[in-house]
């Protein structure tokens, strides 16, 4: 019998995971729209706050049944990760800020192109050459979210 750790490793597993991460991250995009503009709610702080809450609850959901490692913050850990987690945190506030003006297939555009800036960072500051996978991946990303929002510029 295969153990949780080696099916998330299997294809299967990994292809699941994928499937889950897309229907996720498509349902928090059409929510937040619906809640920034149908409801007209005027807070998007307020809503990342919440997005952030629930998570950290699931992942200590998780952690506490063993399904994710989360290791102990120490002091290097937490100056490692500050930076990222900051660019992360504007990256939210000003998706959901800019969620209430734009459509969704633009808001899509330019959310791909911080997939693509991410990268090409990466490969400039950090010197660290992306894989051709996902180089073929992002540019597959950034040209389906430009089609569809060409008709928007």
């Not at 459509?103 to 990466?122: C, D, H, K, W, Y």
Request: include cysteine; proline fraction near 4%.
């Amino acid at each position: 019998a295969m153990s949780d750790r080696e099916h998330v490793g299997s294809q299967a597993g990994r292809i699941w995971s994928a499937v889950f991460y897309g229907i996720s991250s498509i349902l928090v995009i059409f929510t937040n729209k619906w809640l920034l503009t149908q409801f007209n709610f005027p807070h998007f702080k307020f809503v990342a706050a919440v997005q952030f809450v629930a998570t950290s609850l699931i992942l200590f959901i998780l952690a506490m049944f063993k399904k994710v490692d989360i290791p102990f913050i120490t002091p290097a850990i937490f100056r490692e990760i500050m930076p990222i987690s900051l660019m992360f945190l504007g990256n939210v506030l000003f998706g959901l800020g800019s969620t209430k003006a734009l459509n969704i297939p633009m808001f899509t555009a330019l959310r791909r192109f911080s997939i693509l800036m991410t990268m090409l960072g990466e490969w400039w500051m950090l010197d660290s050459k992306p894989h051709s996978n996902v180089v073929i991946s992002v540019s597959l990303m950034v040209g389906g979210a430009m089609l569809a929002a060409c008709y928007d510029l």
